[in-house]
C-alpha cells in the first residue's frame, strides 16, 4: 500500500533562518505531488505542485520555493523565513493521469512556528 | 475556472441526530466531486468522491453524499452523528481533464460539531 511522510511533525524557527521541509511517497511510482499552507485550521492554500522530476509548478508568490530531485520526494524550502510563513504545511499526492478521478492523499503536516 | 462553497463556518448537532454539511460548486464541464476530513493536528483524509452514476455515493465511517446536477450541489449527510464525528470537512472540486493533473480545487472548510 502506498504511504507518505513528511516530516519534521513540528518545528520552530527564528525569523530570517533557512527551512526544508520533507515529503516522501512510498509503494507508488510517478506520483503527482503536492505542497500546501493551511492558516488557523481553516483553508487550505495550495503553494506547488509537481507532475514530474524537476517540473514544478508555483500557485503563489511567496518567499517559499519547492524541489523535486527524486521520483517520490519532494521538498519545500526557504532561504529567509518571514513572521507570516508561521502554519500547517501539509503534502499531497495523487496518481498521475486517469482523467483526474483520483483523490489527492495527504501526509500529517509539519505545523511551523516563526518566532 | 473551478470553485466550491461551502456555505457554513461551522454545524452544530446532536448525537444521534442527521447531520448535513452543505456543499456547492461551479465548474464549466462535468465535475469530479471529493470529501475529507481532517482532524485536530493531521492531515486530510478522503471520505468518498463521485466520478458519474448514482447520485448518491458511499464512503467511509457510514458518509453519504448526493451529487445534485440541476442545484451544482454536493452535500455530505450521515443519518446518526457521533461525537467522533466532530471535525473540519472540505469539499473539493476537478474538472476531468485528458491528463488528470491538476490538483483539486478546496472549499473553505466547515467545522462540525456533535453534541452529547
Known amino acids: 500500500s502506498q504511504t507518505i511522510h513528511q516530516w519534521p511533525a513540528t518545528l520552530v524557527q527564528p525569523v530570517g533562518s533557512p527551512l526544508s521541509l520533507e515529503c516522501t511517497v512510498e509503494?507508488?511510482?510517478?506520483?503527482?505531488l503536492y505542497w500546501y499552507r493551511q492558516a488557523a485550521g481553516r483553508g487550505l492554500q495550495l503553494l506547488f505542485y509537481s507532475v514530474g522530476i524537476g517540473q514544478i509548478s508555483s500557485e503563489v508568490p511567496q518567499n517559499l520555493s519547492a524541489s523535486r530531485p527524486q521520483d517520490r520526494q519532494f521538498i519545500l524550502s526557504s532561504k529567509k523565513l518571514l513572521l507570516s510563513d508561521s502554519g500547517f504545511y501539509l503534502c499531497a499526492w495523487s496518481i498521475r493521469g486517469r482523467g483526474g478521478n483520483q483523490p489527492q492523499h495527504f501526509g500529517d503536516g509539519t505545523r511551523l512556528s516563526i518566532l | 475556472a473551478q470553485s466550491v462553497a461551502q456555505p457554513e463556518d461551522q454545524v452544530n448537532v446532536a448525537e444521534g441526530n442527521p447531520l448535513t454539511v452543505k456543499c456547492t460548486y461551479s465548474?464549466?464541464?462535468?465535475?469530479?466531486l471529493f470529501w475529507y476530513v481532517q482532524y485536530p493536528n493531521r492531515g486530510l483524509q478522503f471520505l468518498l468522491k463521485?466520478?458519474?452514476?448514482?447520485?448518491l455515493v458511499k464512503g467511509s465511517y457510514g458518509f453519504e453524499a448526493e451529487f445534485n446536477k440541476s442545484q451544482t450541489s454536493f452535500h455530505l449527510k450521515k443519518p446518526s452523528a457521533l461525537v467522533s464525528d466532530s471535525a473540519l470537512y472540505f469539499c473539493a472540486v476537478r474538472v476531468p481533464f485528458l491528463s488528470g493533473n491538476t490538483p483539486l480545487v478546496f472549499g473553505k472548510g466547515t467545522r462540525l460539531s456533535v453534541i452529547a
Open positions: 509503494g507508488t511510482s510517478n506520483p503527482n
Open positions: 463521485y466520478i458519474t452514476g448514482d447520485n
Open positions: 465548474v464549466s464541464g462535468n465535475p469530479y
